[in-house]
């Protein structure tokens, strides 16, 4: 359970960076 919450973190923080470089 814990690493799945882990792994979406991960996920959400990639897709936030993600958008950061977009509206860069």
Avoid at 3 to 24: H, I, M, P, Y
């Amino acid at each position: 359970m814990v690493a799945e919450v882990l792994d979406f973190a991960e996920f959400l923080k990639q897709r936030r960076q993600r958008s950061l470089w977009a509206d860069g």
